[in-house]
């Protein structure tokens, strides 16, 4: 999952530069059109040379009643609910601040056409956090970094809430990119550990368990990154705020889902 993640969550560093490339010698419709190439190429792609990963014997009938029974499963078993929750909080403030980035680095901070490479430097972060995690999940184990993530996180917010509050919420630039690029690396470590952590009850029903999984988390995480979206009144208060209270959220979700 930590690999898998590294390549997603790379991608942002990619699609900014990529639309800001057509739009200086297309309209914006193009992009559009590039998403309709895409669909086709990846589709093909897929439909040729992607296998069934599910072996013969091990395949069940397509019946409504045990997919409701899997639903089912899923929201009675704590830990995968409780870790559903926590990436859909998580992602969350990530998704609060895909929102919030064109009108604090190009209108609060005046960034201009340089916006993409400040947006790719920050998704850097969150890559290399997902790499690193590869490195270390092993050793520590899910709940552990996902738990140090979550603290350094919530206290790491707090404090350049404090500090962008005396700014009047416009701190200045470079702090600020210094605190999304911590902020980003233990959100990066959160990604792969929370999904797989959520999915490690639900083997025996991995298919709906990561339909349910990946449905919910990103319901919830588009409804609080549109709220933090919504938020911004020129500062980055409502960004930051939103990060702090999310991961301490999480905090509490992690130890209602670990009781025994």
């Known amino acids: 999952m930590s690999f898998v993640m590294t390549v997603f969550i790379l991608v942002p560093i990619i699609a900014p530069l990529l639309g800001q490339g057509i739009l200086l010698v297309a309209h914006w419709r193009a992009i559009f059109a590039l998403y309709l190439v895409l669909a086709v190429l990846v589709g093909g792609w897929f439909a040729l040379r992607q296998p069934e990963t599910l072996s013969h014997e091990r395949r069940i009938r397509f019946q409504v009643g045990q997919i409701l029974g899997a639903f089912r499963e899923v929201f009675v078993n704590r830990v995968a609910l409780g870790y559903t929750v926590m990436a859909g909080l998580a992602s969350g403030g990530f998704v609060g601040y895909l929102n919030s980035?064109?009108?604090?680095?190009?209108?609060?901070?005046?960034?201009?056409?340089?916006?993409?490479?400040?947006?790719?430097?920050?998704a850097l972060a969150l890559?290399?956090?997902?790499?690193?995690?590869?490195?270390?999940?092993?050793r520590f184990g899910m709940r552990a970094l996902s738990r140090w993530s979550l603290v350094t996180?919530?206290?790491?917010?707090?404090?350049?809430?404090?500090?962008?509050?005396?700014?009047?919420?416009?701190?200045?630039?470079?702090?600020?990119?210094?605190?999304?690029?911590?902020?980003f690396f233990a959100v990066g470590i959160l990604f792969g550990n929370l999904n797989a952590r959520a999915m490690e009850p639900l083997g025996h029903i991995a298919g709906v368990g990561a339909a349910v999984v990946g449905s919910l988390s990103t319901l919830l995480?588009?409804?609080?990154?549109?709220?933090?979206?919504?938020?911004?009144?020129?500062?980055?208060?409502?960004?930051?705020?939103?990060?702090?209270?999310?991961?301490?959220?999480?905090?509490?979700?992690?130890?209602?889902?670990?009781v025994k």
């Open 221 to 258: 995480s588009a409804i609080l990154g549109g709220l933090i979206g919504q938020s911004y009144n020129g500062t980055v208060l409502p960004l930051v705020g939103g990060f702090a209270l999310l991961s301490l959220l999480s905090l509490l979700v992690m130890r209602s889902a670990e």
């Open 127 to 138: 890559g290399g956090a997902s790499f690193v995690n590869a490195q270390l999940v092993m």
């Open 101 to 122: 980035a064109p009108q604090i680095f190009q209108t609060q901070y005046a960034l201009g056409a340089q916006f993409p490479l400040y947006f790719a430097v920050l």
């Open 153 to 183: 996180l919530g206290a790491l917010s707090l404090l350049y809430l404090l500090l962008a509050w005396r700014f009047a919420g416009h701190p200045p630039l470079w702090s600020l990119m210094a605190y999304l690029l911590l902020s």
